[in-house]
């Protein structure tokens, strides 16, 4: 079954809050219309507070972004975690990113960026990022 639009970005941003909770993170989903930032998210231990901005693709192979999704922030780069849905049985992908690494992916230039889950390899389940100091993502 084919979500809509909407209850497909919804799920993604559920799932995305889900994750980083399952790893000692205190995760919430934004009310929308939150520039940038789909879920906030704080390590409970360190307090280290990291904003996400969430995509979620139905097919989960290919996403859909605007060139603006590249945009870092300070002092923290900020989060692109990139959601592919399958079926019901399967649990869904997920990849990532570090905006400041989303803005050096190669892609082609136009108003919208169509890119495939094989751009993202690397970061595919990379929690671990998000504990990573902002200084280190920049490089």
């Not at 209850?7 to 934004?30: D, F, I, N």
Request: aromatic share 8%; hydrophobic share 35%.
């Amino acid at each position: 079954m084919r979500l809509p639009t909407g209850l497909t970005g919804t799920a993604g941003e559920y799932y995305v809050a889900a994750e980083p909770s399952r790893r000692g993170w205190l995760a919430t989903v934004t009310i929308k219309n939150a520039p940038g930032t789909d879920v906030l998210a704080q390590n409970l231990v360190t307090k280290r507070t990291v904003a996400i901005q969430t995509k979620t693709s139905s097919g989960g192979r290919s996403f859909s972004l605007h060139p603006r999704d590249a945009l870092t922030y300070d002092p923290d780069p900020g989060w692109m975690i990139l959601v592919g849905l399958g079926s019901l049985e399967e649990r869904p992908t997920f990849f990532v990113i570090p905006r400041c690494h989303l803005a050096t992916t190669p892609h082609k230039d136009s108003t919208r960026l169509a890119m495939t889950r094989d751009a993202f390899v690397g970061y595919q389940d990379g929690w671990d990022l998000l504990t990573d100091a902002p200084d280190r993502l920049r490089t």
